[in-house]
């Protein structure tokens, strides 16, 4: 045959008869060849497809397909990260497939990898120019495959700014759906990952197909759905405006593509998408690794602070358990506000004084890390850098350039660029004690235009470039901890967290629109990659006043710290977030990796998460309403991933009402009449607050799965301290602990 196809698609485990008819054959066992008339060019599943072989949309454009690795001389390397190259263990295979084309001299490698234990393949493409001249590749993507047709849903996860990762379903009809970005980078608005579920799927059972692409560029993944049913995905870099020049000699790979399959439903997908970054792409020391508690000193001051504010929020930081202070935007340059100084790295000595290395030194001096945050891709026309050197910057000669927040980008395909942002940030990385980066970028790309490269071929080269600095920045430093923060999760991928741990998911801090945020994100990425922090309240992003309970409940979830001015808190905050901090760190390795699960049980106005140790002894619930309603039904927990037979104790973990929230309703029971507002119901809040619906039952994990009915919410009757105190914005945490055997009753054993 001259093209590639599959015989068939079954369950793990499961062998189909050598005698089973296949898309290649008819059940009248006729083999498709050029004078068959039994099978057509559409009704074959296949691996790989030129454009107009069949009615599909083909993975190969002009002169040859695809995107997305690197122009190379023959040895095969993929410039960000070969998916899987952490932990391979032996039972992960390779196949290598090579094609050559009929008529060009072309040759075309196609590259399988097994990850048994995840259940996951990761494919990708390298293409060899062999003849004399230049071939001109206007599409090349990195995997593709046929399914058999069946009723599908596809989900993706799409957003802008402070409204990252909202999940979209959409029906799979006839035609082509497809999700891509064109931003320039894997962006907040269709982030690479995809699933295609068959349309019964919950989050617990059915069949579900996950896709996601290790690469921070612009992307494409097609979904298509054939006039005979068939259903063909695509994945790669993004073809409009990519054309790629091929030298003789020279070849081009594709980014890793990474396919799952689930019967499980949507987190079983998710657990072994999870599995595989954890093992495969996050990279050591940070992989499995438990992630520090941090302040970010963002919130409590933005651009407005010195040492000595810094000093005492550090110190106050301290005091409450926090492990890794970080100085976030403002400490370099006329950096006084987003107007200027980005592209400069002089620190500012009115700041601070000491420099970074004196600075470090004191926060280390008091037993915490320091980390420091850069914006090394963006340039303020007003800087020092822009000043002497304006052709760093991407922009188009004679054109007034596009400003996204009053900044442009500098042009990562220009190695001189290259060279000046890694000296800069290797100085200064060297020359303080830095533990912590995290690395911003906050606009997308336009104005394209490069002295150093073809427009076609630019934004891919800046991507190559980016992996190059960041290569050789952390690559000698492997200890530092790195989180991505594209304005907030605007380049959350896997291309990203082989550099990073850890990624910025939104800037956006409110508990209710986080539920939103990391649940989304959670379906392709783990709860450890995900930077979640607890800030003030009302919310800078929604206004929303928020308990500092449901704070803490949410972000737990996630790679964990505080963004808000700690010297600002009551004495009963500060015991509150003494009390959060104590009890994450008891938690910490269950919340970063356990495994993760959503419920499709909540009504609309509620979420729950929770996550469950490997030897399934330890659970941790959170259940959260955003807007109550008067006289809700009765509430139901119901847990799943816990041993059937195995006897847990359930209790919430011990949480506070501020008497505030009460307001002119604390008269109903105070024996003198105070105001809302005034100073003996300020004084009290300051210094009390009430018990907020504690539970403690016992049953065994079957039990939990089908549900547990839980303590009443507030309805309108009183205070009372076994009563759920939500109201608006309410939420709880529910530890689950296996009883040891022996303290397992007899009656409890025979039952």
Known sequence: ??????????????????????????????????????????????????????????????????????????????????????????????????????????????????????????????????????????????????????????????????????????????????????????????????????????????????????????????????????????????????????????????????????????????????????????????????????????????????????????????????????????????????????????????KLPSGLKGFSKKIEKLGMSFGLWFEPESINPNSGLYRAYPEYAIQIPGRTPVQGRHQLLLDFTNPAVQDYVVDNITRILDGAHIKYVKWDMNRHMSDVFSKQTHPGEFAHRYIMGFYQVLKRIFGPRPKILLEMCSSGGNRFDLGMLCFAAQIWASDDTDPIERLRIQKGLSYFYPQSAIGAHVSAAPHTQTLRNTPLSTRFNVAAFGAFGYEMDLTALNRVEREEIKDQIVFYKEHRALFQFGQFYRYDWPRPNQEAFSVVSEDQRQSIVVFATALTKSGEENDWLRVAGLGADTLYKLQTRPQKVHIARFGHLINFVSPIKLKADGLALTLANRYYALSDGSLDLTACGAAFESGIGLNNQYIGTGYNSDLRMWGDFGSQMYVITAHPFEEVSEEWRMS
């Open 1 to 350: 045959t001259d093209f590639l196809f599959h015989r068939y698609e079954t369950k793990k485990g499961v062998h189909p008869s050598e005698t089973l008819p296949t898309a290649y054959e008819d059940a009248g066992r006729n083999k498709h060849n050029a004078t068959c008339r039994n099978v057509c060019d559409d009704e074959i599943l296949n691996d790989f497809s030129d454009a107009g072989r069949s009615e599909f949309d083909g993975i190969v454009g002009s002169g040859h397909r695809n995107v997305g690795g690197r122009e190379c001389d023959g040895a095969l390397w993929n410039d960000s990260n070969d998916a899987g190259k952490e932990d391979h263990s032996s039972c992960v295979e390779t196949l290598n497939i090579f094609l050559k084309e009929a008529l060009l001299p072309l040759e075309l490698q196609l590259i399988y990898t097994v990850f048994p234990e995840e259940d996951v393949i990761t494919r990708r493409a390298v293409l060899w120019n062999r003849g004399a001249d230049p071939v001109k590749l206007h599409k090349m993507m990195s995997q593709m495959i046929d399914l058999p047709g069946r009723e599908f849903n596809v989900l993706t996860i799409r957003g802008d700014w402070n409204a990252e990762a909202n999940t979209n379903v959409t029906p799979l009809t006839y035609g082509r759906f497809v999700n891509e970005s064109r931003t320039g980078s894997s962006s907040n608005r269709h982030n690479p990952a995809l699933a295609l579920a068959d349309r019964r799927a919950t989050e617990h059972y059915g069949e579900v197909y996950g896709f996601n692409l290790v690469y921070s560029g612009n992307h494409q993944t097609s979904v298509e759905r054939s006039s005979r049913g068939f259903v063909r995905v695509m994945s790669g870099i993004q073809p409009e405006n990519f054309h790629w020049q091929l030298q003789s000699g020279k070849c081009f790979e594709t980014p890793e593509a990474v396919l799952t399959y689930s019967n499980q439903g949507f987190n079983g997908m998710s657990h072994q998408f999870h599995s595989f970054v954890l093992r495969h792409i996050v990279r050591s020391p940070w992989r499995n690794r438990e992630r520090p508690i941090l302040i970010n000193n963002w919130e409590a001051y933005m651009f407005d602070f010195n040492e000595r504010k810094l000093m005492k929020l550090a110190r106050q930081a301290k005091e409450l358990g926090i492990e890794l202070f970080v100085l976030d935007d403002g400490w370099f340059g006329a950096r006084n506000n987003d107007l200027a100084g980005l592209g400069d790295y002089d620190v500012n000595r009115k």
